[in-house]
């Protein structure tokens, strides 16, 4: 059995402990680094006191029972590339996260050769003392290392990858979020447009029936030739608009199409949505608190800050030597018949002791721009958490004026159409120009235009809630505790 053994005099110890401190580079003295807000540094407590708790499910388009938009969102979580490249950058995260995990501790190696080598007789040794002809050689050996994160640089690496590990699973319920409410505004909007296809037609009749009127008069000698020709351009004028409605509706079921990764042969089997009574979401009364765990870009902001406020520690620890403790021992001999003979054993052990003495305006350069980022992520989380609260006021002013403007609308179409038949009685009855009838028509064509953009507008500002509440994620309680970004808010 043989044994190796190591001693450093702690006389040696005690002697270079100084040089070894002294050796450490001089971390700059930098202002206080930013804060992370927290959630009620934003006042909207009588914005959101509604009195309501619920907040919108995971899949929350199931709630407008409409059974082809819920096949369109099926189609893209499914296919889309969006989701798969969120796939891939959570899988990237993961391997770095892994390879941080694997560094620093203890560290091991195992290696092992068998060779046929013969030396040159006309290198400079005498050939007597050479060995003669073609031999075997064998080598095995086992070595152990083991690097002291006294400075922490190792933990705090693992806990900056951790964190970007975590921003990426929650980028992907990002992805998700963009593409459903993306997909779920343009199938709104394609509802729309058909309401507009149904309007224009309207109008087109509309006008097609002034033309048979004024036709009429100008048959009998009661109106003049230009009035007819202008009715005529009025009524081409509504062909072009249908036709440009027409257009639309192609292009949309298109965008549709791509929404969900497919070509343009599935635009063409896209029907008419059928939007039936859509029960619109409420802000919870919670959402002035909770907002910030409702929605996952600004929880991957907040993840992304903590990881480069674990790379502020990284960048402090690299003024400070690194430790590291090897040994290695094996067996080796010139004919493999002599290789576990107890004389072939070999070994080394001993420290390794790397100073950054030469390195003070690489070390400060590093420390600086950590710096600069944590605080560029937290001045960018700071601004999505003031956005969020804003979209969801917007929403909530929006969704309450809602009812006002319809009932106006309702109303002014009402006043129109009233306006219109008078209109026309007096033309008939040759008490009024037809150029009063054409102002009266364009009076209810815009009444009737304004009041066909608000019959979407109720889904469209429930689907724009949704996405403002961050449309049913929930952060995972590990993510909702702020690490050590205001532990040590000077960060040395």
């Known amino acids: 059995m043989c044994r190796f053994s190591i001693s450093v005099p702690r006389a040696s110890v005690a002697l270079a402990l100084p040089f070894v401190l002294a050796a450490c580079g001089t971390i700059p003295e930098l202002p206080a680094a930013?804060?992370?807000?927290?959630?009620?540094?934003?006042?909207?407590?009588?914005?959101?006191?509604?009195?309501?708790?619920?907040?919108?499910?995971?899949?929350?388009?199931?709630?407008y029972n409409e059974a082809q938009l819920t096949s369109l969102m099926e189609e893209a979580l499914a296919q889309v590339p969006d989701m798969a490249a969120a796939e891939a950058r959570v899988r990237l995260a993961a391997s770095y996260a892994q390879r941080a995990a694997a560094a620093g501790g203890a560290s091991y190696s195992l290696e092992a050769s068998a060779t046929l080598e013969k030396q040159s007789y006309n290198n400079g040794f005498p050939k007597?003392?050479?060995?003669?002809?073609?031999?075997?050689?064998?080598?095995?050996?086992?070595?152990?290392?083991?690097?002291?994160?006294?400075?922490?640089?190792?933990?705090?690496?693992?806990?900056?990858?951790?964190?970007?590990?975590?921003?990426?699973?929650?980028?992907?319920?990002?992805?998700?979020?963009?593409?459903?409410?993306?997909?779920?505004?343009?199938?709104?909007?394609?509802?729309?447009?058909?309401?507009?296809?149904?309007?224009?037609?309207?109008?087109?009749?509309?006008?097609?029936?002034?033309?048979?009127?004024?036709?009429q008069r100008v048959g009998s000698g009661l109106d003049r030739r230009g009035n007819q020709r202008l009715a005529e351009a009025n009524v081409a004028s509504a062909e072009a608009e249908l036709l440009g409605t027409n257009e639309a509706i192609t292009l949309k079921k298109n965008e549709l199409a791509a929404l969900v990764g497919a070509g343009p042969d599935r635009a063409m089997e896209i029907a008419r949505p059928d939007f039936g009574d859509v029960t619109p979401h409420i802000v919870p009364e919670e959402a002035s608190t909770q907002l910030?765990?409702?929605?996952?870009?600004?929880?991957?902001?907040?993840?992304?800050?903590?990881?480069?406020?674990?790379?502020i520690d990284v960048a402090k620890a690299g003024f400070y030597p690194s430790i590291r403790v090897s040994a290695l021992v094996g067996v080796q001999s010139l004919g493999l018949d002599q290789l576990i003979n107890r004389d072939s054993i070999y070994g080394n052990a001993g420290p390794a002791i790397s100073l950054p003495i030469f390195s003070q305006n690489t070390l400060e350069s590093q420390y600086r721009g950590a710096r600069a980022q944590y605080d560029e992520a937290v001045a960018n989380y700071s601004r999505l958490v003031v956005a969020a609260y804003r979209e969801v006021a917007d929403v909530v002013t929006s969704q309450s004026m809602l009812g006002d403007r319809v009932a106006a609308s309702d109303e002014a179409v009402e006043a129109a159409e009233d306006a219109y038949d008078i209109a026309q009685l007096r033309y008939k009855g040759g008490l009024s120009s037809f150029l009063d009838v054409i102002t009266v028509e364009e009076r209810l064509l815009q009444a009737r235009a304004v009041r066909a953009t608000l019959d979407s507008r109720s889904v469209q500002l429930d689907i724009a809630l949704i996405r403002a509440l961050g449309g049913g994620f929930v952060a995972a309680p590990e993510t909702l505790v702020t690490n050590n970004m205001t532990e040590d808010a000077n960060h040395g």
């Open 128 to 215: 007597e003392f050479l060995p003669q002809g073609w031999k075997d050689h064998g080598n095995a050996a086992f070595g152990v290392g083991y690097d002291f994160d006294f400075w922490g640089k190792t933990r705090a690496e693992l806990a900056a990858a951790v964190s970007d590990l975590a921003a990426a699973e929650v980028d992907r319920e990002a992805a998700r979020l963009a593409i459903t409410t993306q997909l779920a505004s343009a199938y709104v909007e394609l509802a729309s447009l058909y309401v507009e296809q149904d309007f224009r037609q309207a109008a087109l009749d509309l006008r097609l029936s002034t033309l048979d009127l004024v036709s």
């Open 292 to 311: 910030v765990g409702r929605r996952p870009d600004i929880v991957a902001a907040r993840l992304r800050a903590e990881a480069l406020s674990d790379r």
């Open 34 to 63: 930013s804060e992370i807000a927290r959630p009620e540094a934003v006042s909207a407590h009588r914005v959101f006191a509604s009195g309501y708790s619920a907040w919108p499910e995971d899949q929350w388009w199931m709630a």
